[in-house]
């Protein structure tokens, strides 16, 4: 198996010298410290996380083909009122539902690349036969509901609203209001259901006034789920200026969530809250106190210190993080956690994660060409790390050629 050679445990200050890593993997070497005890971080092409996410999806799927749709809603239901989680805290019962939807999904798909809406109405209709026949249960209504608004964005795309076409923009809102339709027979608190209050904040998108409702869906969400990252995260990105909110209720909102999930996260809720919108935004960093965004990544490492979790901060504070813009100081602070992540925390590496923390959107790679650059993006900023040098997302680091 491949590994990084890492040598964390001494690595504070610069170091005399250092051997350029072998291509694809090899080892990190520095002869110099040849004293030192040395650690080992495998490349772990398929993670535990992703291997927990593929389980559940694939049993989803299974359940849905064998059309065992009573067996499956009790399975999302008893998921979902416990508040399962996978080991990187994604809720199980989200995974099962869209395994569920898989084969739906991919079939309405074709139909809306074909502009087929005849088709895709037709397989939605079928779908809801099932719903008729499992007695109103509210894990089936979450399924169908998820299913909707997936083949609703299909339809819509990723374009500014301007450049999509009416019939698109109608099928859209068609497809939303089904789902709302449908899911608005059930109150999550009554059902004590996370998964329920979250489709009506994936709905948010279709309201006339989504501002209005934003901040309190939200709430009732994390409420629900405080231990569901997921959920905190996804609120941050929806607090920015493209979505329902501004800078000043960004950090606003990170602070309320705080201070709501400080008994399970400590200041964690802030970073949680923050973590997205730093990520796809990069004057999101206005408001930013990072004082407490950095103290939230120790809290939450010291309570969720799975290793999926681990190279997700690892890979922001090394290798994601934007060093020019706005709060060049709040910058800095974050890309100084690089290096206490590492030697405290980090024990293998998921390219994956390396890759899609830098631009995933923006190259539409095969799998094999993202397991790729996510290692080559670990291996050198490990380098620069083993070498004594701050990390490229520091503002005065120099910077390499992109990777």
Request: proline share 5%.
């Amino acid at each position: 198996m491949p590994v990084l050679e890492n040598l964390t445990t001494l690595i504070r200050k610069a170091r005399d010298s250092v051997e350029n890593p072998m291509p694809d993997g090899g080892l990190i070497n520095i002869d110099a410290l040849h004293a030192a005890p040395k650690l080992t971080l495998p490349v772990k092409d398929t993670s535990a996380e992703e291997d927990a996410r593929s389980q559940l999806f694939e049993e989803g799927l299974f359940l849905a083909r064998q059309d065992a749709w009573g067996t499956l809603g009790a399975r999302i239901r008893t998921s979902d009122t416990a508040r399962k989680m996978t080991p990187g805290g994604v809720p199980e019962a989200e995974l099962l539902a869209e395994g569920a939807r898989a084969d739906v999904i991919t079939a309405a798909n074709r139909a809306v690349n074909a502009g087929d809406d005849a088709n895709v109405t037709r397989i939605l209709e079928d779908m809801a036969l099932v719903f008729d026949e499992t007695a109103e249960d509210h894990a089936v209504a979450y399924v169908i509901a998820m299913a909707h608004i997936d083949i609703g964005w299909a339809w819509r795309g990723e374009g500014w609203r301007q450049d999509i076409p009416a019939a698109n923009r109608a099928a859209f809102f068609r497809h939303f209001k089904c789902a709302n339709d449908l899911i608005d027979r059930f109150d999550p608190f009554e059902h004590d259901s996370p998964m329920l209050a979250a489709v009506r904040c994936a709905l948010l998108s279709a309201e006339t006034r989504p501002r209005t409702r934003a901040c309190d869906d939200y709430e009732d969400l994390i409420d629900l789920a405080p231990s569901a990252a997921k959920y905190m995260r996804a609120l941050g990105n929806h607090m920015l200026p493209r979505w329902f909110g501004s800078f000043e209720r960004l950090e606003h909102e990170a602070m309320r969530t705080m201070e709501r999930t400080q008994d399970v996260w400590g200041t964690g809720g802030y970073t949680w809250t923050y973590l997205d919108a730093l990520s796809v935004d990069n004057d999101a960093f206005d408001l930013l106190n990072a004082d407490l965004f950095c103290q939230g990544i120790r809290d939450i490492l010291d309570r969720q210190n799975d290793q999926h979790s681990v190279n997700v901060f690892a890979a922001f504070t090394g290798s994601a993080l934007e060093p020019d813009g706005v709060n060049q100081d709040a910058r800095a602070k974050i890309s100084g956690c690089f290096d206490w992540i590492v030697q405290d925390h980090l024990r293998e590496i998921h390219p994956r994660v390396w890759y899609a923390a830098k631009g995933v959107w923006a190259a539409r790679l095969d799998d094999r060409a993202r397991i790729a650059k996510g290692r080559h993006r670990a291996s050198a900023a490990l380098e620069r790390h083993a070498s004594g040098l701050p990390p490229v997302t520091t503002p005065t680091a120099d910077k390499p050629a992109a990777m």
